[in-house]
């Protein structure tokens, strides 16, 4: 799709993940802002678009309800806040969805439950029945016992996580400048907007300006990140302002916000889920031959061409496969434990045999299992 057929397409949307930061959520003038947001949202969600919402702002409500002037710098500091904060945060969504008669429901999750196989089953079953049921899903991490996303991404991660999950046609990320810049707006009035990435190379990355702020984490490079992630699953970002404009004109003006483009097509939630979520319990070093194989020619991995294994992996967990050099190349499902593979590595089929009694499979990891990174 190009891109300004990607512009009119978005009023086609069906789902749609929009992430706020907390400066929009708590700077002066929030509950204006809020309701604008919740207004827009509203008006997406009554013409048929599923919208989830992933909020920050735990932390920066409960540092106001502690008369805290500077975001804490000890994590179970940041931890209490939340934990004051993110009741103050759903009680204003509560009473804004209200004001346009939609339910909302609170969704609290870790970066563990995203990488246990069953615990994301489980969500995602949540998140539907949600979005049947009309409701608008409402998610942040559960700072009380999670601390990536406090320590550092805002929840960058976690809505490109969510986008991914839910399977959603766009993943926004408000924030409060327009999207990407070449050079910090704040500092340089010569500064260009960039209203379209078509990939997020390293080029596009040292563009990102880091500043953090008395309430927030996680600058433009943990955003560049999460516009990554969803964009090579095939899912096109927004990344825009939140804060002066509103979320219908995010979508809409290619001046208030920086598209960047899906790499691919839509990959299968199967195979999003190994190349961006889940957790490996080991790897696998690969030879020469086997690198091309599986890069070039889309082939399963077999034990001939396997050099190395690590880890103490079970039949069907993660594990990322390295070249000769230690890159990453790709990431998939084992079919046999660490201590089988290490057994057989290097053996052609027939050898298999012979050392393991029976052979359930003829492949390490299956094609359908594998993703290329
Ligand atoms: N979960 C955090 C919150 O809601 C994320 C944002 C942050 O670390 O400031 O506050």
């Given at each position: 799709m190009n891109c300004s057929l990607f512009r009119k397409e978005i009023k086609n949307v069906k789902t749609l993940v929009v992430k706020t930061g907390s400066r929009i959520l708590t700077a002066d003038g929030h509950v204006e802002r809020v309701k604008r947001l919740v207004e827009d949202m509203a008006a997406l969600h009554n013409s048929g678009v599923r919208v989830v919402l992933v909020s920050s702002g735990a932390i920066a409500h409960g540092m106001k309800a502690l008369s805290l002037g500077k975001r804490p710098k000890a994590i179970p500091m940041l931890q209490a806040c939340a934990g004051i904060g993110q009741n103050r945060l759903m009680n204003m969504y509560q009473n804004?969805?209200?004001e346009h008669n939609i339910l909302i429901g609170q969704v609290l999750l870790t970066w563990d439950d995203l990488r246990s196989k069953k615990r994301y089953l489980n969500l995602r079953n949540t998140f539907f029945q949600l979005l049947d049921?009309?409701?608008?899903?409402i998610v942040n991490e559960n700072d009380s016992v999670g601390v990536e996303e406090i320590q550092f991404g805002n929840n960058d991660t976690l809505g490109a996580q969510i986008a991914l999950l839910?399977?959603?046609d766009v993943y926004v990320n408000l924030t409060d400048v327009g999207g990407l810049y070449d050079k910090n707006p704040r500092d340089d009035k010569s500064a260009k907007h960039i209203p379209v990435v078509h990939s997020v190379s390293s080029g596009i990355q040292k563009m990102a300006s880091d500043k953090k702020n008395d309430i927030s984490v996680g600058g433009m490079s943990t955003k560049l990140k999460a516009a990554q992630i969803v964009t090579r699953a095939g899912i096109p970002a927004l990344i825009g302002d939140g804060f002066d404009q509103r979320l219908l004109t995010v979508l809409n003006n290619e001046n208030c916000a920086t598209l960047f483009m899906p790499c691919e097509k839509k990959m299968p939630s199967r195979r999003r889920w190994i190349a961006f979520t889940g957790e490996s319990a080991g790897n696998i070093t690969v030879d020469e031959g086997?690198?091309?194989?599986?890069?070039?020619?889309g082939k399963s991995l077999l034990a001939a061409g396997i050099t190395g294994v690590n880890g103490n992996f079970k039949i069907g967990d993660m594990v990322d496969i390295f070249n000769i050099d230690g890159e990453i190349i790709a990431r998939g499902m084992a079919n046999f434990t660490?201590?089988?593979i290490e057994l057989i590595r290097g053996n052609k089929s027939e050898q298999i045999e012979e050392k393991l009694g029976a052979v359930k499979f003829n492949e390490i990891i299956h094609r359908d299992n594998l993703v290329v990174l």
């Open positions: 804004i969805f209200g049921c009309g409701a608008i899903p839910v399977n959603a086997a690198c091309k194989a599986i890069i070039q020619k660490a201590s089988e």
